[in-house]
Nanobody
Framework: QVQLVESGGGLVQPGGSLRLSCAAS????????MRWYRQAPGKQRELVAA???????NYADSVKGRFTISRDNAKNTVYLQMNSLKPEDTADYYC???????????????WGQGTQVTVSS
């Protein structure tokens, strides 16, 4: 079974930093786009950042210049480096990836279980 597992969330003070990780496991042939979403209580889920297999990236305007998405293809892992954190960054963060399973000729979308990020003094 293919799974995505996030880690690295926690409590941090405003202006601080966190590094989120999301590792894919299972019988994986390849991974195309990997993404980070977030959802604050009572709000819609929003796309935070995305990275292609060719390392092209895009970011939500609210995090540009502060967050950096990257990937390690050898580890099937995507990262989100979060700097200069603000209280409004508080949310549950989810990773998402388009994954082609071993022996399959098509991609499927997978979601992680989420990790909490709280920015507060």
């Amino acid at each position: 079974q293919v799974q995505l597992v996030e880690s690295g969330g926690g409590l941090v003070q405003p202006g601080g930093s966190l590094r989120l990780s999301c590792a894919a496991s299972g019988s994986i042939r390849s991974i195309n786009v990997m993404r980070w979403y977030r959802q604050a209580p009572g709000k819609q889920r929003e796309l935070v950042a995305a990275i292609t297999s060719g390392d092209s990236t895009n970011y939500a305007d609210s995090v540009k210049g502060r967050f950096t998405i990257s990937r390690d293809n050898a580890k099937n892992t995507v990262y989100l480096q979060m700097n200069s954190l603000k209280p409004e960054d508080t949310a549950d963060y989810y990773c998402n990836a388009d994954i082609r399973r071993a022996g399959k000729g098509y991609f499927e979308q997978y979601w992680g279980q989420g990790t909490q990020v709280t920015v507060s003094s």
